[in-house]
């Protein structure tokens, strides 16, 4: 099933002689439990691609659909419903909020959605226990090393069972033993619990884990690698490839 | 060199059996998938150590024994595997097979180096996702030996992956300057004057 379809997409900042084109008509189907890695030099656009399909930013022009519904088009209420319905974010800070613990910080998103404070802390353990955080509950951020801290952010994300989780650059903030701990969570999200995960990263090890990776350069995608899966699958796309050299 | 310096090593801890030594070298060099060395190749190798001296039968040779032969280290055979010891292990990264490809592929018309650099780079991340889950599927509690091993290979990779990602930024530069060319000797009688 398609779970992301993106076609034409294009942003483009400012205009006149301070254009910039972040973006330029980038077409991409990513299907339902797929882990995508999303990888090129600093300013080529990945970080503007998630946040289009996130939809934390409009496009300047082309679509963006999600689960078959045109994001572009929503009305800002509309969005945020659906981002809080059916999307996570994890980002490189952490973005805790310092007096809570890890059980409120992961289950404010429930809260604020109106489910019951009970409820709420019950889920919000249960990702903490699937993170390995189950005796850090009551810890706050600051009682937390970054790793964990980023395993919070995780929880929070997961809470309220979003389809897509959107990670940009999860590990970046992190020494490459925490890295590779995030990276392995992200791999369960798809591997366990079939979620779909596009993480924007400039890592190769941690593009690694991903089942697919997306190069991006100017705006434009440039290449497109399955990692996983059938190994003749594989092969097909080399050859391919090969033979349009 | 280094099959012969584990079979030596292998046998400064105890006298061994030759399929012991098969099974002991695969074990050390992290699997048959890791490192594949035929049976075939170990006794070859050992009993060349025989014929020099540096290992020896502990049971007897004789052709005629249904015994198996156990091979035991001699006194020039650990000298030989302390002088291993001492030295470096330095391997040679700049003897590089896409290096050539690419150098080869700037002067023909007929081939596109971005292309070979994204099929390269696609290969290598496929190797690095194949040895990434490999890694984790081992058991840091049992299994760390391996583990390091594993560490090993996902930092080669990396490294050869950031080597392309600059070749890639640089290509338009080295595609305007001329590839390395052999200095070629005038050959023969010099010309008369």
Known sequence: ?245 | MSVRHALLGLLAQQPRYGYELCAGFTALAGGRENWDVKPAQIYTTLSRMTDSGLVTLANGKNDNSLEKPLYSITLVGMEELMNWFRDSVLEEPHQDAFYLKLMLSLELDEVDAVRLIQIQRTALFQELHRITELRQSLDPQQQLAQILLMDKAVMHLEADVRWLDMIESRLEEVQHQPPPKPYLRPRGRPPSQ
């Open chain 1, 1 to 245: 099933m398609t779970m992301i379809e993106v076609k034409d997409l294009s942003k483009v900042y400012g205009s006149g002689e301070t254009k910039v084109i972040a973006l330029d008509s980038v077409n991409l189907t990513i299907e339902q439990g797929q882990f995508v890695a999303v990888m090129g030099p600093s300013g080529c656009g990945k970080s503007t691609l998630l946040h289009l399909i996130g939809g934390l930013d409009r496009p300047t022009t082309g679509t963006v659909t999600v689960e078959g519904k045109d994001i572009s088009k929503m009305s800002d209420t509309t969005l945020t419903e659906l981002r809080r319905r059916k999307m996570g974010f994890i980002f490189q800070f952490y973005n805790l909020i310092p007096v809570l613990d890890a059980v409120e910080n992961t289950a404010l998103p429930l809260i604020l959605d109106g489910v019951k404070p009970e409820t709420a802390r019950i889920k919000a353990k249960e990702w903490l226990t699937r993170n390995k955080l189950e005796d850090r509950g009551s810890h706050r951020p600051d009682e937390l090393s970054g790793g964990q801290q980023q395993r919070v952010a995780i929880s929070r994300a997961m809470v309220a069972d979003p389809v897509i989780v959107l990670a940009d650059e999860p590990t970046g903030n992190l020494d490459s033993r925490s890295g590779d701990e995030i990276a392995s969570v992200l791999r369960k999200i798809v591997s366990d619990w079939g979620r779909t995960v596009l993480m924007v990263t400039h890592d190769p090890r941690i593009a690694a884990y991903a089942d697919r990776i997306i190069f991006l350069k100017d705006g434009r995608i440039v290449d497109d690698a399955l990692l996983s899966g059938d190994n003749g699958d594989n092969a097909k796309r080399l050859k391919e490839k090969v033979e349009a050299l």
